[in-house]
């Protein structure tokens, strides 16, 4: 059994900068492909950043390369998810989510069963 646990998330200004953290057990974290998504009101919970194991390769959402970065720190089990230029449409849940034997479709849900609960981000313009 793997578990997520998200933190990091709060209220913050528009043009910020906030990091999120996603801490890991259960599981040898370095085997693993991390995502981040992102659930904003009303919305579909869609793709931000995944990272792969081994050399640590990196994905982002188009709408979203520059802004966000993802890291991982294997010793720490934990991922990070760097966020700067803060928008009001960052406003969301954000989720991070893992997944073995990833090789392409970073971006589809289904690739990865198990997910965190969730943190909160609201940027205020």
């Known amino acids: 059994q793997v578990q997520l646990v998200e933190s990091g998330g709060r209220l913050v200004q528009a043009g910020d900068s906030l990091r999120l953290s996603c801490a890991a057990s259960?599981?040898?974290?370095?085997?693993?492909?991390m995502g981040w998504f992102r659930q904003a009101p009303g919305k579909e919970r869609v793709f931000v950043a995944a990272i792969n194991w081994g050399a640590g390769s990196t994905y982002y959402a188009d709408s979203l390369k520059g802004r966000f970065t993802i890291s991982r720190v294997d010793a720490r089990n934990t991922m990070y998810l760097q966020m700067n230029s803060l928008k009001p449409e960052d406003t969301a849940v954000y989720y991070c989510?893992?997944?073995?034997?990833?090789?392409?479709?970073?971006?589809?849900?289904?690739?990865?069963?198990?997910w965190g609960q969730g943190t909160q981000l609201t940027v205020s313009s």
């Open positions: 259960g599981h040898t974290f370095s085997s693993y492909t």
């Open positions: 989510a893992a997944g073995l034997w990833i090789y392409s479709d970073y971006d589809r849900m289904h690739q990865y069963p198990y």
